[in-house]
């Protein structure tokens, strides 16, 4: 009998190790995939603002272009 009881502790102890170690697998897992996502996001935005201000940049090239060859060249 005395077996049978540190059988069952054993098994009793392993199960909730068992079930630790998966809860902070999980905990770890969802933490960096949140973590990928929302640098993805961020990364994706900041590309988004260069890519506006690199328009802006080549229209404000292009208008002073075209007023410089109105008004500077004869």
């Known amino acids: 009998m005395m077996d049978l009881d540190r059988t069952i502790k ?3 102890t392993m199960a909730v190790f ?3 170690v998966s809860f ?3 905990a ?3 933490a960096t995939t949140i973590y990928n996502y929302r640098t993805r996001a961020t990364s994706q935005a900041v590309q988004q603002q260069q890519d506006i201000i690199d ?3 080549q229209q404000i090239v292009e208008l002073h ?3 410089y060859d ?3 060249v004869p």
């Open 24 to 26: 902070f697998w999980i």
């Open 10 to 12: 054993r098994v009793q």
């Open 70 to 72: 109105q008004e500077c």
């Open 18 to 20: 068992c079930a630790l």
């Open 28 to 30: 770890i897992l969802t």
């Open 55 to 57: 328009e802006m940049a």
């Open 65 to 67: 272009d075209r007023v």
